[in-house]
């Protein structure tokens, strides 16, 4: 399968954070997750992706590209939605139509100005005003009039309501629809992941956890629960994020690992949000009896 | 072909799909021959992964439900498909099997649950 982003053993370290040899990649048609909590280097990552951001070591492909040497074609190409507007604020939608349209040599106004009104977006009222909602539809407007074939959305549906969050969804769902693109898209909202990307990517502390199809993701792992004295002696070395309380025990456990635990333990699937807070879990705990044995 | 999705079902995604589509296959809601959607317009129409819906299609291609032909999609296999056939027969015995059962447990003669099973037949 072609990969229509590449990244191999991104290196990069700034003050006390590092990404360190982030690697994964995205087949052509597509979308992916990219998640993990704030500061696991997801925005780094992207700005990296985007030649924003210098790396120490490491290679970005896109469309089998070089990320620093070919950028220009790479933005042709390309598109992206920030959690806040890029454009500027006091324009209104005609206005900036006019303002970007030079920057590309695929510009297609009359593509443009569909988006615009299928999004119900108005064109005479200053950018500046409009609703997140509304500047999220408009990044993505500008994006399939210059014929991006990847997408890339930085926490797209963060502060959004539920309805443009759907509207969002039934966009990309629309765009990939057309095999030969791609969705990357960094998000809290989990949710919108399980339903709708092909893949996953969870960075942890400027690590890679996890990378792969999302249904791997979610049949590999559940959350395991019961009473500590219940656990066979050696598995919890292989729990992750162990937490006892007062009336039992919970942590997250490779499905694999589950084979031969005694009935007693209950288990049930583990959701993207839940993976994300055992593994934070597990973190406090290392950082916990390490200082305990000094 | 209709198709709904609960999030809040324990049974994955694709296999909700997979079980709907199979009942409607059986019951011939979507007829046989029939061309399905192809596999990123369905992912688009449900709004779901294009992985899950291909793992779909894979899956009632596999059990005999739906045929791959190269270059034109997908289509619903004809009812004289040996393996479709074959699973029918088998889903009638389960039932059947399921409707002795339940005569015995009510107290129903042989007879009597022949005698229901005919005028069913008759009746349908």
Request: with cysteine; glycine share 6%.
């Amino acid at each position: 399968m072609e990969n229509i982003l590449e990244i191999k053993n991104l290196n990069k370290s700034y003050g006390d954070f590092a990404l360190k040899d982030v690697s994964f990649s995205l087949p052509k048609g597509y979308i992916m997750g990219f998640v993990g909590e704030n500061g696991s280097g997801k925005t780094t990552t992207i700005r990296s992706i985007l030649n924003m951001a210098k790396f120490d070591s490491g290679e970005i492909r896109v469309f089998g590209l070089d990320s620093v040497t070919d950028t220009i074609a790479i933005k042709e190409r390309l598109g992206v939605v920030f959690d806040s507007l890029y454009l500027a604020e006091h324009l209104n939608v005609k206005q900036i139509e006019r303002q970007i349209k030079p920057f590309y040599k695929d510009w297609q106004t009359e593509e443009f100005f569909r988006s615009i009104e299928e999004f119900d977006l108005p064109t005479d009222k200053k950018v500046g005003d409009f609703s997140k909602g509304m500047k999220m539809k408009l990044m993505i407007a500008v994006a399939l009039s210059h014929k991006a074939e990847l997408i890339i959305l930085d926490e797209p549906t963060s502060g959004l309501d539920p309805v443009a969050r759907d509207e969002l969804l039934d966009i990309l769902a629309e765009y990939i629809e057309d095999e030969n693109r791609g969705v990357l898209f960094s998000t809290h909202i989990t949710a919108d992941v399980e339903r709708i990307a092909d893949y996953v990517t969870i960075l942890h502390s400027g690590k890679v956890w996890f990378t792969g199809e999302l249904n791997t993701l979610s049949e590999g792992y559940a959350v395991l629960k019961g009473a500590e004295e219940d656990l066979p002696a050696g598995i919890k070395d292989k729990l992750i994020g162990f937490h006892a309380y007062r009336n039992g025990f919970e942590a997250l456990i490779k499905t694999d690992d589950l084979a031969g635990l005694p009935d007693s333990l209950e288990y049930e699937k583990a959701s993207i949000d839940e993976i994300l807070v055992y593994i934070a879990k597990e973190d406090k705990h290392e950082r916990h009896s390490k200082g305990h044995v000094v | 072909m209709k198709i709904i999705i609960k999030n809040k079902s324990e049974l994955p995604i694709y296999e909700q799909i997979e079980q709907q589509m199979k009942a409607q296959i059986l019951d011939g809601t979507i007829a046989e021959e029939e061309q399905l959607p192809s596999i990123r317009q369905l992912a688009r129409d449900l709004k779901i992964s294009v992985i899950t819906t291909t793992r779909v299609y894979n899956d009632l291609a596999n059990e005999g439900f739906i045929i791959s032909v190269a270059g034109k999609g997908y289509f619903v296999a004809p009812r004289n498909n040996e393996l479709l056939r074959e699973r029918m027969l088998c889903e009638m015995e389960t039932a059947l099997e399921q409707a002795v059962r339940s005569g015995r447990d009510a107290g129903l003669s042989d007879d009597e649950i022949i005698a229901a099973l005919r005028s069913f037949m008759e009746g349908s």
